[in-house]
């Protein structure tokens, strides 16, 4: 199947590890152009090299995305290489446990501009070019949005507001033909997620007991699986998706709970 992403630019936040460096590989192996945007240098340069040594296309920009300023100077950095802007991923956010009792008004804010302002902003930056090129937004969400997680207020506000900014967005673009969709993990292996489950109490034990509840397979879902259904919706097959979200967690969010 031709995805016709070849020699189209694609922005991709937090493109260089986890499941964002699973979607720059991935778009770059269908031929398009990728700019990878995250805060670590060294990360940014490791995947870009890996990317031009299969022959695929890629650059960097390193930007802390909780800084709007630094949101527009990724747009300007990718109009100015390469004229145009086709898709941007919004995928850049960390589960910081910004809880009701351990955080505050001033952490609950700082949360956000982690977690939710760079998709806004991103977004709106790249809007001029996006219309240019009838280009498309994913996002990333997370299943917190939908079953809570506790102690972790930011991160789900922000997961719940990026539904709702998928289908708001989905609206607004529909005179410019810009398609607006969501991708929604539950469970994947990244080094966030180790992270996050390292931070728990017997952290193996918990690891097991949530992977026992993943219906299909019983096992998490990979990172690639995320990118696929990223990558298709960025396509042109896609052409009539708009506005949705897409659950692909193995069926941890739906299912049957005694499944
Ligand atoms: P990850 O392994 O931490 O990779 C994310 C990348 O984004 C890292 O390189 C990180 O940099 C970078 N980043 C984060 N915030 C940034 C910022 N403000 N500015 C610049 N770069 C930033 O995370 P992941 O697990 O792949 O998660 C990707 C997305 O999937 C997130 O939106 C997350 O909420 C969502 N998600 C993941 C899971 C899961 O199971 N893994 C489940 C549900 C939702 P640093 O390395 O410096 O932090």
């Known amino acids: 199947m031709d995805l016709n992403l070849a020699n189209k630019v694609y922005i991709v936040t937090g493109g260089a590890k986890g499941i964002g460096a699973a979607i720059s590989k991935g778009i770059a192996a269908e031929g398009g152009i990728v700019v990878v945007v995250g805060r670590g240098k060294d990360d940014n340069i490791k995947i870009v090299d890996e990317i031009v040594k299969a022959k695929g296309k890629a650059s960097y920009v390193t930007a802390e995305l909780s800084q709007a300023?630094?949101?527009?100077?990724?747009?300007?950095?990718?109009?100015?290489?390469?004229?145009?802007?086709?898709?941007?991923?919004?995928?850049?956010?960390?589960n910081d446990g910004i809880g009701l009792e351990n955080g505050s008004p001033e952490k609950l804010f700082e949360s956000l501009h982690k977690n939710l302002s760079h998709y806004y902003n991103l977004a709106h930056y790249a809007l001029p070019y996006l219309k240019k090129s009838k280009g498309n937004i994913v996002n990333i969400g997370s299943k917190v949005a939908t079953t809570g997680q506790g102690n972790t207020s930011g991160y789900a506000a922000s997961k719940g507001a990026i539904n709702a900014l998928t289908r708001e967005?989905?609206?607004?673009?529909?005179?410019?033909?810009?398609?607006?969709?969501?991708?929604?993990?539950?469970?994947?292996?990244?080094?966030?997620?180790?992270n996050w489950i390292n931070s728990l109490p017997n952290p193996k034990e918990k690891l097991e007991q949530i992977v026992s509840k993943i219906p299909f397979e019983k096992r998490m879902t990979t990172a690639e699986e995320i990118a696929d259904m990223a990558i298709f919706l960025l396509s042109s097959k896609s052409s009539h998706t708009t506005g949705q979200i897409i659950y692909v967690d193995g069926g941890y969010t739906h299912l049957d709970r005694s499944l």
């Open 169 to 194: 967005w989905a609206v607004e673009l529909l005179p410019y033909s810009i398609r607006v969709n969501t991708v929604l993990p539950a469970e994947v292996w990244t080094p966030l997620y180790e």
């Open 69 to 94: 300023q630094a949101c527009k100077e990724v747009i300007d950095f990718t109009a100015e290489k390469y004229g145009q802007i086709d898709g941007l991923i919004n995928n850049a956010g960390i």
